[in-house]
């Protein structure tokens, strides 16, 4: 059984920092890809960034790029979602995810889930 645990969100000032955390135990995750998404109440899930637990190859929505890093601890099994320069419309619930599947830029290709964690930012 696969569980995701997911934490670090909070509330922030806009142009301040957070670190979200996802500890994830049950399997071996070398082929899988580890994501974030986020999601904000009557929208759709969104993607934000996703990295390749193997080799450790990144990619990030547009509106990430050059302020969201996404990294991995493989001795802890843990992925990390470090935020700057937050801005108002970053607040959602942040969810990680697990997957294998071949599009990982899609909810569709993860299995495993968190709980969400929820992220704002005043402005």
């Known amino acids: 059984q696969v569980q995701l645990v997911e934490s670090g969100g909070g509330l922030v000032q806009a142009g301040g920092s957070l670190r979200l955390s996802c500890a994830a135990s049950?399997?071996?995750?070398?082929?899988?890809?580890m994501g974030w998404f986020r999601q904000v109440p009557g929208k759709e899930r969104e993607f934000v960034a996703t990295?390749?637990?193997?080799?450790?190859?990144?990619a990030y929505v547009d509106s990430a790029k050059g302020r969201f890093t996404i990294s991995r601890d493989n001795a802890k099994n843990t992925v990390y979602l470090q935020m700057n320069s937050l801005k108002p419309e970053d607040t959602a619930v942040y969810y990680c995810?697990?997957?294998?599947?071949?599009?990982?830029?899609?909810?569709?290709?993860?299995?495993?889930w968190g709980q969400g964690t929820q992220v704002t930012v005043s402005s």
């Open positions: 995810a697990l997957g294998g599947g071949l599009t990982p830029l899609r909810p569709s290709a993860y299995a495993y």
């Open positions: 049950g399997r071996t995750f070398g082929r899988y890809n």
């Open positions: 990295i390749r637990w193997s080799d450790g190859i990144t």
